[in-house]
């Protein structure tokens, strides 16, 4: 496979998530391997190149999702085109979650608005494996109801075995007929007080949310090894050659992005 040389994927469906989201549900001409936590490199001839991450479990077959928010020129004509439409297609590039190292454990999964999209694929990993991990808790958190992510989908989660699944909006930001929880995430998790014994937490989210999330997990007894992240800011050629994402000696794209907080804490200091 030639890294640097796009592939025709097309557009099969699409899913509106929010105002400003979309789940884009993509198939790839040949072989499409990835593990949850990778992400891609999406081209549109004419608005450019730019990386996102795979929001989809792996099937075995050439398919993918991903769900993206419409915030520059590269999102703003894909959010334009319709189901049929081809796009390009590198990838899937770096290090995903742990999967193997997971297993057996309980996973505790926290999200904020479109943090939570790269989460959904070891989330829907997790639950189309259920006998290989303990108990599943889903803290899903938005601005506002309208922000919310896979609204739907959580309530099927709901009804597996051993899956809680919480959704939260900040204050202010709840409607009429709202029945999740008002409340900051940070807030929400240390009221939900969850166990770190045999215990994984996969975060992300707004800097200003991990930060006091990871404060709330202090408190609850995590320690730094327990808690993994996928950082993607900055991240432009998925290589580590244009040094966009460089922090010290590490390549988010190429180290990354997804790393356990003990590891981020190296090379960034204190989140």
């Known amino acids: 496979m030639d890294l640097y040389q796009p592939r025709q994927a097309t557009i099969e469906a699409i899913v509106r998530e929010t105002p400003d989201v979309k789940t884009f549900h ?43 928010r419409r915030a520059g020129l ?8 319709l189901p049929g439409a081809t796009v390009g297609v590198r990838g899937p590039f770096g290090r995903p979650f742990p999967i193997e190292q997971l297993r057996g454990k309980g996973l505790i999964f926290i999200g904020g608005g479109i943090g939570f999209a790269p989460l959904r694929a070891p989330l829907q990993y997790a639950l189309a494996h259920r006998q290989d991990f303990g108990p599943l808790l889903v803290v899903n958190g938005a601005r506002s109801v309208a922000d919310v992510l896979f609204v739907e989908q959580a309530r099927a989660w709901q009804q597996e075995k ?32 969850p166990s770190p014994a045999n215990a994984a937490v996969l975060v992300c989210g707004p800097p200003i949310m991990i930060k006091f ?33 460089n922090i010290g000696p590490i390549y988010v794209c190429k180290d990354g992005p997804v790393f356990s907080m003990q590891e981020v804490k190296a090379f960034v200091g204190d989140f």
């Open 213 to 245: 999330t990871l404060q709330t997990l202090d408190r609850l007894g995590f320690t730094d090894e327990q808690v993994l992240t996928t950082l993607e800011m900055r991240m432009k050629c998925g290589l580590g050659k244009c040094g966009r994402c």
């Open 162 to 193: 051993e899956v809680q699944v919480v959704l939260t909006v900040d204050p202010g930001g709840e409607a009429p007929g709202w029945s999740g929880r008002v409340g900051l995430i940070p807030k929400v998790v240390e009221e939900m007080h």
């Open 74 to 81: 590269v999102t703003r004509e894909l959010h334009r085109l």
């Open 26 to 68: 993509f198939r790839v001409d040949g072989e499409f391997c990835y593990a949850p936590g990778q992400f891609f490199e999406l081209s549109i001839p004419g608005a450019g190149e730019a990386p996102f991450s795979i929001s989809s479990a792996p099937t075995g077959e050439p398919v993918f999702q991903s769900t993206i």
